[in-house]
């Protein structure tokens, strides 16, 4: 072997030496530099003795000290430091820790139903005088929906993205839920009548509204103040839909009062279908009633607020007041005035048998949590 080569593997043997340096010195192209003389240095912050730190980490430090540093005085103060470092960490955000398992369960299963908005946006299609045949209509109907389906489409968006980056979501789960909601939509018994399908938005965007509330305010009392501001301004949007349909409703309650009427008592006799109520995740049959249970067990959204929805749209429509209706329309105004006490009597009933159940049993049943290890 050549006397270089025989000089390299030396070099190379040798701890603590670059080869590429050694190289460069044996083939002329670099000088030796003088020797330094040694550097000890002792940080002043109290040392690491009590600080605990795993195997692997353990071994990278010491490799690190026998292979040398550019600037080992810096290291020693800098390892010295984090004890000092430690008590700072709790400057970082860490607010998605605090909120209970069961409002996640609601805010995931409040994102499972706004991610399925290309089913509303088809349902609104099928009504009668709202359609947008070309996909691009200059109706002011089919301008509406379309413009209603875009601020909608945020809604799902971010709340999504806020559960991925809480760490705390079988993200793959809740997308299964999503994509099965859609492929199997629902029905809320519309049957192409227009003025059915704004009364049930009339009633809807004010559930999700109350929904969206709920869970800010639930946020902010578990220390969420990011997502309570941002669940809060979800709220807003459902508030001015909300007030949109009501608006679009009562029009047609002056313009057609009889038929409006009718309308009115057919939908909240057969009683307003949630959007989600046929969610799964193909491994929890009873996945809507579940998460349902845990939304108003924690009072995000309950049987209760049904029944004062439905006495909000009688107040709202004035429908006690309504005169000029034929027989057909004043027999549905009787009925559906006599609505809100019924369900109110029955909410009480249900809410008992709900605050019955443990949260912790109710909460367990869910793919959508990652479960500790």
């Not at 020693?76 to 605090?98: D, S, W, Y």
């Not at 009501?246 to 009062?257: G, H, S, T, Y």
């Not at 006490?341 to 605050?355: N, T, W």
Request: glycine content about 6%; charged content about 25%; hydrophobic content about 40%.
């Amino acid at each position: 072997m050549p006397l270089r080569g025989t000089m390299l593997l030396a070099l190379a043997a040798l701890p603590g030496v670059v080869l590429g340096r050694a190289a460069r010195m044996v083939s002329g192209r670099g000088q030796m530099p003088a020797a330094r003389s040694a550097v000890r240095c002792t940080a002043t912050e109290p040392t690491l003795a009590s600080f605990p730190l795993g195997a692997v980490e353990a071994e990278f430090r010491r490799r690190k000290r026998a292979s040398g540093c550019l600037y080992p005085h810096k290291v020693e103060v800098l390892q010295a430091m984090e004890p000092f470092v430690e008590r700072h960490l709790n400057i970082l955000k860490t607010e998605c820790k605090g909120i209970p398992d069961a409002l996640l369960v609601a805010i995931v299963g409040d994102t499972v139903t706004e991610e399925a908005l290309p089913t509303y946006q088809t349902l609104l299609n099928t009504f009668e005088g709202m359609e947008d045949p070309t996909g691009t209509s200059e109706s002011p109907w089919a301008r509406w929906s379309r413009g209603w389906t875009a601020e909608e489409n945020r809604h799902g968006d971010i709340l999504n993205k806020f559960l991925y980056l809480t760490g705390r979501i079988d993200m793959r789960a809740m997308e299964v839920t999503v994509h099965n909601l859609i492929k199997d939509g629902f029905n809320p018994s519309g049957e192409k009548d227009p003025y059915r399908g704004i009364i049930y938005t009339s009633f809807q965007e004010r559930a999700t509204k109350i929904s969206h509330q709920n869970v800010a305010r639930l946020c902010g009392e578990a220390g969420a103040k990011r997502l309570a501001i941002l669940t809060t301004r979800i709220a807003g949007d459902e508030a001015r839909h909300e007030m949109a349909y009501q608006a679009f409703m009562k029009e047609i309650f002056r313009l057609d009062p009889s038929n409006a009427m009718i309308s009115f008592n057919e939908m909240m006799k057969a009683q307003i279908v949630m959007p989600a109520e046929l969610m799964t995740d193909a491994s929890n049959p009873n996945l809507f009633d579940d998460f349902s249970r845990v939304a108003q067990r924690i009072g995000v959204y309950t049987a209760v607020d049904y029944a004062h929805i439905i006495a909000y749209l009688v107040t709202e429509f004035n429908a006690e007041n309504m005169t000029g209706l034929n027989a057909e329309a004043q027999a549905a105004q009787e009925s559906v005035c006599a609505l809100p006490r019924r369900y109110e009597k029955l909410a009480e009933r249900s809410m008992k048998g709900i605050m019955a159940h443990k949260e912790e049993d109710l909460v367990g049943k869910f793919s959508w949590l990652h479960r500790p290890h």
